[in-house]
């Protein structure tokens, strides 16, 4: 297992549930490192809050590389196991 694989695995087991903004940012890296830049068009619903949270999260990363995307996951995944 390599160590972004090691790291999706650790934040399922993280001694407490990071915030909101910090689940965000997990998830738009981790997007971010797995499938590249955003090319699905934003949420339909103006009211899924979620959804639309999501998209401009992953948007915010873009022109980001994979492998810097998976390197932040990674150490951010480090810091919140302390």
């Known amino acids: 297992m390599n160590e972004f694989e090691q790291a999706v695995a650790d934040s399922k087991t993280l001694p407490e549930k990071p915030s909101n903004e910090t689940l965000l940012q997990l998830y738009s890296l981790y997007k971010q490192a797995t499938e590249g830049n955003l090319t699905a068009a934003p949420p339909a619903n103006p009211f899924d809050f979620v959804a639309k949270a999501k998209y401009n999260a992953w948007e915010e ?14 150490e951010l995944v480090g810091k919140l196991k302390m």
Do not use: R, W
């Open 61 to 74: 990363q873009k022109g980001k590389g994979k492998e810097v995307a998976m390197k932040e996951y990674i």
